[in-house]
C-alpha cells in the first residue's frame, strides 16, 4: 500500500479548501476519504496530483462545492420549522408591540417608547433576518432570492435608522442615507428585474414599482440634506442679543483710570465677540451677522457647535482662554453668580450655534450690567 | 448494473442507520466500501452524498463521533448512540414495508388471494 507523504496530504486539504468546502469538519472528512483512496490506488511511478484530480472528480457533478451546499441544506433544513415558528413569534411580538406602543403614545402612558423600540428591534433584527433566510430557502430564481434579500434589507435599515433616529443615537443619517441608496439601487431594480419577465406578474410588478419609487422619493423628500435653516423669528433673538450687548457696551467709562476698572470685562466680552465670530463663519460662512436680520440671503445653518468646535485649535484656544478668564473674575466676586459664569467646552457643545451664541450674549450682558450697577453705585 | 442516485436518494440515510447499527464504529470511506462489498458494486454511494447525511444525522443527535488522529489526517468515526439505534429500526421497517408495497404496486409477485382486496 502506498503512503502518502505530509506534502501530498497538504497538497489535497489546500485544494479542497480552495474548491469551497468551509466547514472544518467535512474538510477533514473529504480529506481522509481522498488519502483512503489514494493509497489504494496509487503506485510507486503514478503522477500524485493527475491521479487525485481523477478521484476527486468522481465526487461533484460539477464542482466540489456541492457537497458543501449540500450539506448546508440539509442541516438548515433540520431547523426550518423551529426558524419559521421563531420568524412567526417575533413577528406577533412586533405586531402587538407596535400597536400598543402606539396606544400609550396617544394616551402619554409610560412605557410607549420601550414599546415602540422593543417592536422596531423585533422586527429589523429577528423578524425580518429570518423571513429572507426562509424565503431564499424557497424555489425561486436567483433574481427573485436577491429582490428578497435587498428587500429584507432595506426594511432592516429603515426600521434600525428610526430607532437610531428617535434614540439620538449618532449614525442614524447614515443609516437612512442607506436605505434609500440600497432601496433605489439595489432592491427596486432588483424586483423589477425579477417581475418584469413573467407575463403573469408584469402589471403588479410596475404597479408595484411604482408605489416604491414614491415611497422612496417621500422618505428622501424627508430628509435634510443640510442641516436644519434657522427660521427669520429665532434669528431675530440673535440680533436682539448683539443689539443690548453693543448698547451696553457703550455706557461703560472709555477713558483714564475708570477704563482701567473694567479692563477683565473688556477683555472677557472680547473673547466672547471672537468665539461668536467663529460661530457665525461656521453658520452662515460670514464673520458676523449681516446688518439685516429680514436678509434672504441669510442662510444661518443651525448645526451643533459640537459638530465643529472640537476640530478647531483656534476655537479651543479661544474657549480656554475665556475659561480661565472668567475664573479670574470669579474670584474678584464674593456673591454666587449661579451657572451663568460657568462656560466651558463641555457647556457649549451642548448648544446648536443659535443657542451659543445665546449663551455667550447672556454673559456679556450679565458683565456688562453688573460694571454700570457699580459705575452708578459710584457716582451716587 | 449501478442503481441511480435518483433512487437511492431516499434511502441513503436508512442504509447509513443500519450500516452503523451493524458495527460498532465506521469512517466515511470504510461505509462507501462496505456498501459496495454487500452489494457486489451495484449501490456506490458517492461521497457527496455521503457525507452530507452523515453531518445531518450528526444534526439530528442520532451519532456520536469519535476522531482519532494519523498525523496529519484526521479520522472521524462514527456510531449511533440510543435514539440512533431506535431511528434505525424504526427506518428499516419503514423501508421494508415500503418495499413490499413497491413490489404490490408494481406488480412483481404473483398477487395472492390474501393480499388482493375482495
Known sequence: MYCLSEQQIDYILDDIRRNGIETEDLQLNLLDHICCILERTLKEDDDFECLYQLTVKQFFKNELREIEEETINLLMFKNYYAMKKLMIVAGAISAAAFVLGSLFKIMFWPGASVLLCLAMLMFAVVFMPLMAVLKVKEKGTSGQKFATVTGALVAILFSLATLFKVQHWPGANILIFSTIGVAAFLYLPAYYLAGIRSADKKLDTIVTSVILVSGIGLLFTMVNLRPPRLAPAELQLCYNNEALVRNMLYSLPDTGAERAKSELVRNINATCEQIKSVIIFNATGNKALPANANNPQLGFYDRPVASYFSDDADAVALIKKLEMQLTQYRQTKSTDNGDILNIDMPELCKFPSSGALCLLSQLQIYLLNAEREKLVATIN | ?118
Request: no cysteine; proline share 2%; aromatic share 8%.
Open chain 2, 1 to 118: 448494473m449501478i442503481f441511480s442516485t435518483e433512487l437511492l436518494k431516499g434511502t441513503l440515510k436508512t442504509i447509513v442507520l443500519k450500516l452503523l447499527a451493524d458495527n460498532s464504529k465506521m469512517y466515511g470511506y470504510e461505509i462507501t466500501q462496505r456498501v459496495k462489498e454487500l452489494t457486489g458494486d451495484k449501490i456506490q454511494i458517492t461521497e457527496g452524498a455521503l457525507y452530507p447525511t452523515l453531518h445531518a444525522l450528526e444534526a439530528e443527535g442520532l451519532l456520536t463521533t469519535e476522531v482519532e488522529y494519523m498525523g496529519k489526517r484526521v479520522r472521524k468515526y462514527y456510531s449511533l448512540n440510543e435514539s440512533g439505534k431506535a431511528r434505525s429500526k424504526e427506518k428499516v421497517s419503514e423501508l421494508a414495508e415500503f418495499i413490499e408495497t413497491m413490489t404490490f404496486l408494481l406488480d412483481l409477485k404473483k398477487k395472492t388471494l390474501n393480499v388482493l382486496p375482495q
